[in-house]
């Protein structure tokens, strides 16, 4: 197999990461992953670019992630995509009742022809074309007028909730009993929404969900006629030199106009009894799914209970690392940590098998993950939350939200919670003529 070469391009005022978008539009596959300049010491570009698909794999759970491996190690290359919420059936004795209505696969992953990795006043390219190709395609970038007001599509469609704010609050409480019985300690209950027959511009939507949130790990994703808008504040998994990362978020404030209501909402998240209750169980469970791969006493919590504040809400995070057994492979690790625990509960198959029983949607790629691996095996995924999913082909477009149940929760609260976290995606869908149906 040839091996790619490697442009490198300073960058100056010429070129911007909207001219960049603009000049990938027309791309069938595109993967743009960016970070929005979040100070992470644990990133490694502020943008992250593929384009293009020599090869794909796809598959449903079954044996999905062992073909993954195979595919990794074959291409031995660069490889985009997602890890879908119900690969959990090939990896637990476990099954989804349900159907999912934009008939996304479970996993899929593809060679990019191009990748483009901008940071720090650089942007790098790794191709298998020739420099002359790619200094035209730099001219371009320059040239090019960037993001211009795209027209909305015209159309007036009914976005539904599949569950109705009673059904929601009697599925809270039969949660409640299983926790009160002790067959789980916290479930992360979900609902879903979805219209039919509508158009979606997955450019014009990315550009405005990111602007309303601009989170860390923020993904647009088309392949073919599957389209992924997402603006996720969370990191699932990430490994670097073999050194395992995961960030849970578990917690969740409102922000508020004035500064100093503003941090009285911080101080009482950080304070909040409930919040800290789910964020110490997700991490302990983190820590046990990490420890079935990490070498003996790697296993670390590096931050606990971790407030961040991003445009829409404050969220409480932690982080939690392990250094990767050197007979394991950064799948066994994916295997042993997915789905996250923030999306599932504790105990994780106890929480799922319920989650399953009450909730009325196939999750899909909701809940589950967007990122990629590089040749050395590195990776790193976010979680699919805050996500708008559109298949063209069927023309379905559907989000889903949910928040922890737990003990001390209070239905009314949690579906609160959960309209909280639909804000943002409610109003970038409304730009494109796609507004809630109130009945």
Known sequence: MSKRSVFTYDIDNSISADKLLGLLDSEPFLFYLDSNDHQDKNGTASILVATGARNIVRCDAGDALSELSRFRESENDWIFGWLGYDLKNELENLESKNTDPLEFPDLMFVVPER????????????????????????????????????????????????????????????????????????ANYCMSFLADDVEFDEIQAYHHLNNIS?????????????????????????????????????????????????????????????????????????????????????????ELYGIYTFKQVHHMISSITADLQKDKSGIDAIKATFPMGSMTG??????????????????????????????????????????????????????????????????????????????????????????????
């Not at 483009?116 to 035209?136: C, M, N, P, R």
């Not at 929601?168 to 299983?178: D, M, R, V």
């Not at 590089?374 to 379905?396: C, E, H, S």
């Not at 009314?412 to 796609?434: D, N």
Request: net charge positive; hydrophobic share 35%.
């Open 214 to 302: 601009k989170p860390p790990f923020s993904a647009l994703v088309r392949c073919g006629d599957f389209k992924a808008v997402s603006a996720s504040p969370e990191r699932y998994l990430k490994n670097q030199g073999n050194q395992l990362l995961s960030q849970p978020i578990k917690g969740t404030a409102r922000r508020h106009e004035d500064p100093e209501q503003d941090e009285i909402f911080k101080k009482e998240l950080f304070e909040n009894k409930k919040e800290r209750s789910e964020n110490v169980m997700i991490v302990d469970l983190v820590r046990n799914d990490l420890s079935r791969v990490a070498q003996k006493g790697s296993v670390q919590v590096d």
């Open 115 to 186: 990748v483009f990795q901008w940071s720090k006043g650089k942007l790098t390219i790794h191709t298998y074309e020739d420099q002359a190709v790619i200094d035209q395609l730099i001219n371009d970038l320059k040239s090019h007028q960037g993001k211009t007001n795209q027209k909305s599509p015209e159309q007036t469609v009914r976005l539904t909730a599949q569950n109705s704010k009673n059904q929601y609050l009697k599925s809270t409480q039969k949660f409640l009993k299983h926790i009160k019985r002790g067959d789980i300690y916290e």
């Open 346 to 439: 504790a105990p994780k198959v106890s929480a799922m098998k319920i989650i399953d029983e009450n909730e009325n949607f196939k999750r899909g790629l909701y809940s589950g993950a967007i990122g990629y691996f590089d040749p050395d095996g590195n990776f790193d995924f976010n979680v699919v939350i805050r996500t708008i999913l559109y298949n063209a082909q069927l023309r379905k477009l559907s989000f889903a939200v949910g928040s922890a149940i737990t003990i001390e929760a209070v239905p009314e609260k949690e579906y609160e919670e959960c309209f909280l976290k639909a804000h943002a995606l409610l109003e970038t869908l409304k730009k494109q003529g796609i507004t809630l149906n109130d009945d």
